[in-house]
């Protein structure tokens, strides 16, 4: 690539955030700060919320929701996926259905979670959860779907045994695959765990947002979009970075079924 | 008595996506001496990789069996190695890996290894490129890592299924005459399966013409120069001859 | 493997099912909590039957019909389904035509669907009220970038094949170059991004009905729980989830047919 034009590029990536902040702020202007505040003063209350103290209980509340929810997403993503995989019994019987019920909108399923959980934590660690274990599973099951079957072949002729063809054949063939999944799973497991706090439960950010909505709050409310949205972003580089690592570099990765 | 004997082989394949059953192979029957070097030619698709993917003891057959040394074939064996007809390197292994693949498996320590798979790289001239990736290389360079993959193992019995299929006339028979003095030099018995007569003729000992689907066995020619063998892109009279009459019997199949 | 797979597939929801009529039965847990299955369902067919929601609740609220939930739900959907269509569809051929300007928004589009974009529905409703406008916002917002992606993706793609080249060599004008290379080369994966925005515009609109709302099927299961009516909100949660899974069905078999055609 010239130089030219990956100058082009970066330039062209600054000017997008540029002309979103002056847009935000024209908008900011016209609607006025009691409904839309503009972005300095979204930040101001963002550094108010931390030094004050009123979001930080909250932030941890998510964060620990979303860092278990996260953990059984992977976990039993990662199990039903390689089980799945590796069996066309299972592959037949569930694959369709479970890509069904992928596409439902699982937030009608939160009274379910609400009456199998406490109301409390446990119900959005499990809500997380089940939101994110879809695409690691899927993306599992389908990295080993498609896997060249020439490569078991090689593994049979030289005798390798279960955990070594595992180990040293198909591990490294799904992988590319299974990390654009873990990804994906981080990032529904956090809007499981969100849409779930702003439905019940009586600490979050999720909470916040409803309760800064019903007293009109608008500058609290975008401080917390904020925050999470900062949040969604730093987890998504740091994914990202281990996708490059992984597979070279991430291409977009929207097509599940 | 012969290293392999194939006797009476069928292979029906049935497929469990509810399409008719094709049947690959009928009744084959041959025996290979230890230490021969046998190619078989025939139409693509009258079943030559499944034959050879049975002896090598990855897929059963329908009826009949594969004795190899003695033994009657039940799985995949140590002294049989096998070159698949498509590309079957790992991706995510540099060559030098790829081809310490087999070794890694086997125990072999990590110094042996290392020595084992650049001598065999040198063998197949891919020096230069042991840190590059399959996608780096090309479709023959990459088939080329998959051969040496399998020789730095030694085995007594080479199965190679159209091995030279990705590569140009030239390197063909680059290639074939390093293949002839590997052999000779690790006294290895070979089947090898072309789709292109002229090579048969010149690298095999016998050659096994194989009729269309269903495959059987058409006729078994001996191919009488005398070794060593100096290739050379046009082939002797008596080959040519040879050639002829095989290229006559093949036609009748492809057409 | 054909039988054994379907006996398998069939004996697994017959298992749930039989679970969740014996459970509350059984008095495992609390009607309020879960009712039998074969209650439930027979509510669904009363509610069906009839029209009407039987619940005090949505009498005084004087939204008692299921008809002025549904047509909001599919009101919101199709609105914020096809602004995310029309509008998506030209943006994703802008992206591929434009290469430049594809590596500029390369790295937004990627983390796009990181953000939990609900957080925003509050700050919507405080900006318009409550009501159908956030919700089919939200619900764009939340399908457009899958059918640009996705478009510019399928259009990339066919550059990558050989065709292109054949049309070209075959002499076609521009027009027939799009028309009999990059429309049927592509439209497999248009399609994908499609039905994703269908799921998606879905999982928005019934998602935002659910948290703040006044009508919606996502608004009557969210005022059942509250109000204890288990039987209407099981009821209504069966046929949002039945009608998602039915629509996406089509919407897969379709799509499997086109990709058919092209792989
Ligand atoms: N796994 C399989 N399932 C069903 N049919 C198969 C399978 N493998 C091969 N066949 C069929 O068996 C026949 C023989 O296949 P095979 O690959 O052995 O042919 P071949 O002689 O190696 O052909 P080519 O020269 O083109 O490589 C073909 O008709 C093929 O369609
Ligand atoms: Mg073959």
Redesign the interface.
Same mark, same amino acid.
């Given at each position: 690539m010239s130089r030219n034009l990956s100058w082009k590029i970066r330039s062209g990536q600054i000017a997008v955030v540029c002309a979103f902040m002056v847009i935000w702020q024209f908008l900011a202007s016209r609607t006025g700060p009691m409904f839309l505040p503009g972005p300095a003063s979204a930040l101001r209350t963002l550094l108010d919320g931390l030094q004050r103290g009123w979001m930080v209980s909250h932030l941890w509340t998510t964060l620990l929701e979303v860092l278990w929810g996260y953990a059984w997403a992977v976990g039993v993503g990662l199990f039903v996926g390689f089980s799945i995989g590796a069996s066309p019994l299972l592959f037949g019987a569930f694959e369709g259905p479970l890509l069904n019920l992928y596409a439902v909108p699982k937030v009608t399923l939160f009274p379910l979670f609400l009456a199998a959980f406490k109301l409390g934590i446990p119900s959005k660690i499990a809500f997380g959860a089940f939101h994110g274990l879809f695409p690691v599973a899927i993306y599992t099951w389908t990295a080993m779907r498609t896997m060249?079957p %020439?490569?078991l072949?090689?593994a049979? *002729? !030289?005798? +390798?045994g279960r955990l070594?063809t595992f180990r040293?054949?198909v591990f490294? /063939?799904v +992988?590319p695959g299974i990390v654009v999944g873990l990804r994906l799973g981080f990032n529904l497991t956090l809007l499981g765990v969100v849409l779930g706090e702003m439905f019940a439960s009586r600490a979050g950010m999720g909470f916040l947002l409803m309760s800064f909505g019903a007293a009109f709050d608008a500058s609290r409310i975008l401080a917390v979009i904020l925050v999470l949205f900062m949040l969604a972003l730093a987890a998504n580089a740091l994914l990202l970075a281990f996708e490059r690592r992984v597979k070279g570099i991430p291409e977009l990765h929207l097509r599940v079924s | 008595m012969p290293i392999i004997e194939v006797r009476s082989l069928s292979k029906v394949y049935r497929p469990?996506t509810?399409a008719p059953p094709v049947e690959a192979l009928r009744d084959v029957s041959f025996s290979v001496e230890a230490g021969e070097f046998v190619a078989i030619v025939g139409p693509s698709g009258c079943g030559k990789s499944t034959l050879l993917?049975i002896i /090598?003891? !990855?897929q059963s057959p329908t009826a009949g069996e594969v004795v190899v040394l003695g033994k009657p074939v039940q799985?995949?064996?140590?002294e %049989?190695?096998?070159v698949?007809q498509?590309? *079957?390197t790992?991706p995510? !292994?540099s060559t030098l890996e790829n081809v310490k693949?087999?070794l890694? /498996?086997?125990g072999v320590p990590p110094a042996v290894q290392e020595t084992l798979a650049k001598e065999v790289i040198q063998l197949v001239g891919l020096q230069g490129f042991e840190h590059h990736y399959p996608r780096e290389l090309s479709g023959g360079m990459r088939q080329r890592v998959a051969i040496a993959?399998t020789l730095v !193992?030694r085995p007594q019995i080479l199965l190679m299924d159209e091995p030279f299929g990705a590569l140009d006339a030239q390197t063909r028979i680059v290639l074939g005459n390093e293949l002839l003095r590997i052999w000779q030099e690790i006294q290895a018995t070979i089947l090898f399966v072309t789709h292109d007569l002229l090579e048969a003729l010149r690298l095999a000992d016998r050659v096994i013409l194989m009729t269309r689907r269903p495959g059987q066995i058409k006729r078994i020619v001996e191919t009488a120069a005398p070794r060593p063998r100096e290739q050379t892109p046009v082939a002797s009279a008596k080959t040519a001859e040879l050639a002829n009459m095989l290229w006559e019997e093949l036609r009748q199949e492809v057409v | 493997?054909?039988a054994r797979i379907l006996v398998l597939r069939w004996l697994t929801v017959l298992a749930f099912l039989l679970v969740l009529e014996v459970l509350p039965r059984a008095g495992l847990v609390r009607p309020s909590t879960l009712e039998p299955v074969s209650v439930i369902l027979v509510r669904l067919g009363e509610i069906l039957f009839s029209g009407t929601i039987p619940s005090p609740y949505f009498a005084r609220a004087g939204t008692p019909t299921l008809a002025s939930h549904l047509s909001a739900t599919l009101g919101s959907i199709l609105v914020s389904y096809a602004g995310a269509v029309l509008i998506g569809t030209p943006a994703g051929v802008l992206l591929w035509r434009f290469p430049v300007l594809a590596r500029i928004l390369n790295p937004y589009l990627v983390v796009y669907y990181a953000l939990p974009i609900f957080a925003l529905y509050p700050l919507f409703i405080l900006l318009f009220g409550i009501g159908f406008l956030p919700i089919v916002l939200l619900g764009f917002l939340f399908a457009v970038v899958v059918v640009i992606v996705n478009t510019a993706l399928g259009l990339r793609r066919v550059d990558e094949e050989i065709y292109p080249k054949v049309g070209r060599s075959l002499g076609l004008r521009p027009v027939q170059m799009y028309l009999s290379i990059y429309l049927p080369g592509a439209a497999p994966f248009v399609f994908s991004g499609w039905k994703l925005a269908f799921v998606y515009s879905t999982i928005s609109v019934i998602a935002s009905e659910f948290l703040i709302s006044v009508r919606g099927l996502g608004h009557v299961i969210d005022r059942s729980y509250r109000n204890f009516e288990t039987a209407n909100m099981y009821a209504a949660i069966i046929l949002v989830i039945g009608g998602v899974m039915l629509a996406n069905s089509v919407l897969t078999w379709i799509e499997r047919r086109l990709y058919t055609r092209v792989e």
């Amino acid at each position: 690539m010239s130089r030219n034009l990956s100058w082009k590029i970066r330039s062209g990536q600054i000017a997008v955030v540029c002309a979103f902040m002056v847009i935000w702020q024209f908008l900011a202007s016209r609607t006025g700060p009691m409904f839309l505040p503009g972005p300095a003063s979204a930040l101001r209350t963002l550094l108010d919320g931390l030094q004050r103290g009123w979001m930080v209980s909250h932030l941890w509340t998510t964060l620990l929701e979303v860092l278990w929810g996260y953990a059984w997403a992977v976990g039993v993503g990662l199990f039903v996926g390689f089980s799945i995989g590796a069996s066309p019994l299972l592959f037949g019987a569930f694959e369709g259905p479970l890509l069904n019920l992928y596409a439902v909108p699982k937030v009608t399923l939160f009274p379910l979670f609400l009456a199998a959980f406490k109301l409390g934590i446990p119900s959005k660690i499990a809500f997380g959860a089940f939101h994110g274990l879809f695409p690691v599973a899927i993306y599992t099951w389908t990295a080993m779907r498609t896997m060249n079957p %020439v490569h078991l072949k090689v593994a049979r *002729s !030289l005798r +390798l045994g279960r955990l070594e063809t595992f180990r040293s054949v198909v591990f490294p /063939a799904v +992988l590319p695959g299974i990390v654009v999944g873990l990804r994906l799973g981080f990032n529904l497991t956090l809007l499981g765990v969100v849409l779930g706090e702003m439905f019940a439960s009586r600490a979050g950010m999720g909470f916040l947002l409803m309760s800064f909505g019903a007293a009109f709050d608008a500058s609290r409310i975008l401080a917390v979009i904020l925050v999470l949205f900062m949040l969604a972003l730093a987890a998504n580089a740091l994914l990202l970075a281990f996708e490059r690592r992984v597979k070279g570099i991430p291409e977009l990765h929207l097509r599940v079924s | 008595m012969p290293i392999i004997e194939v006797r009476s082989l069928s292979k029906v394949y049935r497929p469990n996506t509810g399409a008719p059953p094709v049947e690959a192979l009928r009744d084959v029957s041959f025996s290979v001496e230890a230490g021969e070097f046998v190619a078989i030619v025939g139409p693509s698709g009258c079943g030559k990789s499944t034959l050879l993917e049975i002896i /090598a003891g !990855l897929q059963s057959p329908t009826a009949g069996e594969v004795v190899v040394l003695g033994k009657p074939v039940q799985g995949p064996r140590t002294e %049989v190695g096998i070159v698949f007809q498509e590309d *079957s390197t790992f991706p995510w !292994l540099s060559t030098l890996e790829n081809v310490k693949f087999g070794l890694k /498996a086997r125990g072999v320590p990590p110094a042996v290894q290392e020595t084992l798979a650049k001598e065999v790289i040198q063998l197949v001239g891919l020096q230069g490129f042991e840190h590059h990736y399959p996608r780096e290389l090309s479709g023959g360079m990459r088939q080329r890592v998959a051969i040496a993959r399998t020789l730095v !193992l030694r085995p007594q019995i080479l199965l190679m299924d159209e091995p030279f299929g990705a590569l140009d006339a030239q390197t063909r028979i680059v290639l074939g005459n390093e293949l002839l003095r590997i052999w000779q030099e690790i006294q290895a018995t070979i089947l090898f399966v072309t789709h292109d007569l002229l090579e048969a003729l010149r690298l095999a000992d016998r050659v096994i013409l194989m009729t269309r689907r269903p495959g059987q066995i058409k006729r078994i020619v001996e191919t009488a120069a005398p070794r060593p063998r100096e290739q050379t892109p046009v082939a002797s009279a008596k080959t040519a001859e040879l050639a002829n009459m095989l290229w006559e019997e093949l036609r009748q199949e492809v057409v | 493997m054909k039988a054994r797979i379907l006996v398998l597939r069939w004996l697994t929801v017959l298992a749930f099912l039989l679970v969740l009529e014996v459970l509350p039965r059984a008095g495992l847990v609390r009607p309020s909590t879960l009712e039998p299955v074969s209650v439930i369902l027979v509510r669904l067919g009363e509610i069906l039957f009839s029209g009407t929601i039987p619940s005090p609740y949505f009498a005084r609220a004087g939204t008692p019909t299921l008809a002025s939930h549904l047509s909001a739900t599919l009101g919101s959907i199709l609105v914020s389904y096809a602004g995310a269509v029309l509008i998506g569809t030209p943006a994703g051929v802008l992206l591929w035509r434009f290469p430049v300007l594809a590596r500029i928004l390369n790295p937004y589009l990627v983390v796009y669907y990181a953000l939990p974009i609900f957080a925003l529905y509050p700050l919507f409703i405080l900006l318009f009220g409550i009501g159908f406008l956030p919700i089919v916002l939200l619900g764009f917002l939340f399908a457009v970038v899958v059918v640009i992606v996705n478009t510019a993706l399928g259009l990339r793609r066919v550059d990558e094949e050989i065709y292109p080249k054949v049309g070209r060599s075959l002499g076609l004008r521009p027009v027939q170059m799009y028309l009999s290379i990059y429309l049927p080369g592509a439209a497999p994966f248009v399609f994908s991004g499609w039905k994703l925005a269908f799921v998606y515009s879905t999982i928005s609109v019934i998602a935002s009905e659910f948290l703040i709302s006044v009508r919606g099927l996502g608004h009557v299961i969210d005022r059942s729980y509250r109000n204890f009516e288990t039987a209407n909100m099981y009821a209504a949660i069966i046929l949002v989830i039945g009608g998602v899974m039915l629509a996406n069905s089509v919407l897969t078999w379709i799509e499997r047919r086109l990709y058919t055609r092209v792989e």
